[in-house]
């Protein structure tokens, strides 16, 4: 006879679900021991694990520990769990929630009387359900792209963060007692596992993926999994006027220095290496004391990624001379500067324009054409006493 299920009529009224397996079988004699008694009534004794996870499949089956040689038919029911399918003497059980469940076995002889009873207490176990933190999120997300990932994975967002290319981030799993942490990193450089955290050294532009799987003390599994999109970090980069020779550049006490950026970036933070700061895209500054300042311009682009250039600064004790000039002049127009730096010898140049009188004295006259970069610079070299 092939084993059926059915569910009884009264199952809407009951507060779980009861489903019956019914399975024949021929029942043996298995003498417990030599005093028993081969007519008593069969003994059930269900076998499988009574600790189990949220969402396992489990085993149970039948041992027979003495009985009759009649046909036999069993009686499945389960509380707080599903019946997935049976195979006489064995069924198999979902456990869908954690919590308390229990097994129940009827065993009765070929008149439907009930020869015996049993029944086992499952304890379910709540599956970890793990979260990935991390020390550097963006702003910025992108779509899941299936050329990389399998769009059948769940993630823990429905899109891709964002992370620079060649930055080090780190990923935290919140730390529960009794548990152990697996990591799995695609698309890095390179990663380094440390229990509930993993610090990854990401490479090149692409994608990337970064899976945690938590085991608790019971051998329940739970995994998180985190869509990494790997983008282009800017280049900070910056000239100066004067210019930087080799990253150096040796200025005078009070001189102004004229900083340009050339990364494009929208956001640009000066750190004139004084205590003085700047936003601006081109600032200048003046430094009043003489000493070895480092200049890093930090830029920023809209997902957050960053890069640094810096130059050093070297400040002589000798004050530079003034001048004194027009700051803004329109496209062809003419300008004079001066300084009152009575000196011996006076060298001016114009970066952007050109000199048409005064080279040599205190005051010089510039023609300044179109700069090509909008902006020009008069600059004055001076010996004096």
Same mark, same amino acid.
């Given at each position: 006879?092939?084993?059926?299920?059915?569910?009884?009529?009264?199952?809407?009224?009951?507060?779980?679900?009861?489903?019956?397996?019914? /399975?024949?079988?021929?029942?043996?004699?298995?003498?417990?021991?030599?005093?028993?008694?081969?007519?008593?009534?069969?003994?059930?004794?269900?076998?499988?694990? #009574?600790?189990?996870?949220?969402?396992?499949?489990?085993?149970?089956?039948?041992?027979?520990?003495?009985?009759?040689?009649?046909?036999?038919?069993?009686?499945?029911?389960?509380?707080?769990?599903?019946?997935?399918?049976?195979?006489?003497?064995?069924?198999?059980?979902?456990?869908?929630?954690?919590?308390?469940?229990?097994?129940?076995?009827?065993?009765?002889?070929?008149?439907?009387?009930?020869?015996?009873?049993?029944?086992?207490?499952? #304890?379910?176990?709540?599956?970890?359900?793990?979260?990935?933190?991390?020390?550097?999120?963006?702003?910025?997300?992108?779509?899941?792209? !299936?050329?990389?990932?399998?769009?059948?994975?769940?993630?823990?967002?429905?899109?891709?963060?964002?992370?620079?290319? !060649?930055?080090?981030?780190?990923?935290?799993?919140?730390?529960?007692? /009794?548990?152990?942490?697996?990591?799995? &990193?695609?698309?890095?450089?390179?990663?380094?596992?440390?229990?509930?955290?993993?610090?990854?050294?990401?490479?090149?532009?692409?994608?990337?993926?970064?899976?945690?799987?938590?085991?608790?003390?019971?051998?329940?599994?739970?995994?998180?999994?985190?869509?990494?999109?790997?983008?282009?970090?800017?280049?900070?980069?910056?000239?100066?006027?004067?210019?930087?020779?080799?990253?150096?550049?040796?200025?005078?006490?009070?001189? #102004?220095?004229?900083?340009?950026?050339?990364?494009?970036?929208?956001?640009?933070?000066?750190?004139?290496?004084?205590?003085?700061?700047?936003?601006?895209?081109?600032?200048?500054?003046?430094?009043?004391?003489?000493?070895?300042?480092?200049?890093?311009?930090? &830029?920023?682009?809209?997902?957050?990624?960053?890069?640094? !250039?810096?130059? #050093? &600064?070297? &400040?002589?004790?000798?004050?530079?001379?003034?001048?004194?000039?027009?700051?803004?002049?329109?496209?062809?127009?003419?300008?004079?500067?001066?300084?009152?730096?009575?000196?011996?010898?006076?060298?001016?140049?114009?970066? /952007?324009?050109?000199?048409?009188?005064?080279?040599?004295?205190?005051?010089?006259?510039?023609?300044?054409?179109?700069?090509?970069?909008?902006? /020009?610079?008069?600059?004055?070299?001076?010996?004096?006493?």
């Amino acid at each position: 006879m092939r084993p059926t299920s059915f569910i009884p009529a009264h199952t809407q009224d009951n507060v779980f679900l009861k489903l019956f397996v019914i /399975g024949t079988f021929l029942c043996t004699i298995s003498l417990a021991t030599s005093s028993q008694n081969p007519n008593d009534a069969t003994i059930p004794n269900i076998g499988g694990d #009574t600790i189990v996870c949220e969402g396992e499949v489990v085993s149970y089956s039948e041992n027979i520990l003495s009985g009759n040689p009649d046909d036999c038919f069993l009686e499945w029911d389960v509380q707080n769990g599903v019946i997935q399918q049976q195979f006489a003497t064995e069924v198999d059980i979902l456990w869908p929630n954690a919590g308390s469940g229990k097994v129940y076995l009827t065993i009765k002889d070929s008149t439907g009387a009930v020869k015996n009873e049993d029944s086992v207490a499952v #304890t379910i176990v709540a599956t970890p359900d793990p979260i990935i933190n991390t020390d550097f999120r963006t702003v910025c997300k992108k779509p899941i792209r !299936s050329e990389y990932v399998d769009p059948n994975d769940s993630f823990v967002d429905d899109s891709c963060w964002v992370v620079c290319d !060649s930055s080090t981030v780190t990923y935290t799993a919140p730390l529960n007692g /009794g548990s152990s942490y697996d990591w799995i &990193v695609n698309g890095a450089r390179s990663y380094t596992e440390n229990g509930n955290q993993v610090t990854v050294h990401w490479g090149d532009v692409g994608s990337g993926l970064v899976k945690v799987i938590e085991t608790d003390s019971n051998g329940c599994e739970g995994e998180a999994k985190l869509c990494l999109e790997v983008i282009e970090s800017p280049d900070a980069g910056f000239t100066t006027q004067p210019s930087a020779t080799a990253g150096t550049l040796n200025v005078c006490k009070e001189q #102004t220095v004229y900083f340009f950026d050339q990364s494009g970036v929208k956001d640009v933070f000066w750190d004139f290496g004084d205590g003085n700061t700047s936003a601006l895209r081109n600032p200048k500054h003046t430094y009043d004391d003489a000493g070895t300042f480092h200049v890093n311009q930090i &830029v920023t682009n809209e997902c957050g990624c960053k890069d640094t !250039s810096q130059i #050093t &600064v070297v &400040v002589d004790p000798l004050v530079a001379p003034d001048i004194t000039c027009i700051s803004t002049i329109c496209e062809n127009d003419t300008a004079t500067y001066t300084t009152s730096a009575d000196c011996n010898n006076y060298n001016w140049s114009a970066t /952007g324009g050109t000199i048409i009188h005064g080279q040599n004295r205190s005051s010089v006259t510039v023609d300044w054409g179109a700069p090509s970069a909008g902006y /020009g610079v008069i600059t004055l070299e001076a010996e004096c006493d």
